[in-house]
Nanobody, 124 residues
């Protein structure tokens, strides 16, 4: 059974940092794209960042460029999202996901596996 488990969310003041982790189990995802999404109340889920299987290619949404960094450790089947200079508008539930498709970057509907999410709250 495939499982993605996020951790590292929490409450942080504006300007602070958090690092999210997503551990995958049930199969090896080292050959696939992994991504981070977020969904704020009343808003659609949006892709925040994605990383190719090798880590050579990364994608960032404009609203996080320069502040967030995605990375992965294939040996640990884990993807990370380092979030710096956090803003109140970054408050959301953050989800990790895996895409087995070959497109780059994958469209949101091309992600096959999803985690349960971790809450990130940024206070002003």
């Amino acid at each position: 059974q495939v499982q993605l488990v996020e951790s590292g969310g929490g409450l942080v003041q504006a300007g602070g940092s958090l690092r999210l982790s997503c551990a995958a189990s049930g199969r090896t995802f080292s050959s696939y794209v992994m991504g981070w999404f977020r969904q704020a109340p009343g808003k659609e889920r949006a892709c925040v960042a994605a990383i190719s299987w090798s880590g050579d290619n990364t994608y960032y949404a404009d609203f996080v460029k320069g502040r967030f960094t995605i990375s992965r450790e294939n040996g640990k089947n884990t993807v990370y999202l380092r979030m710096n200079s956090l803003k109140p508008e970054d408050t959301a539930v953050y989800y990790c996901a895996v895409s087995t498709m070959s497109t780059w970057p994958p469209r949101p509907y091309e992600y096959d596996y999803w985690g349960q999410g971790t809450q990130v709250t940024v206070s002003s």
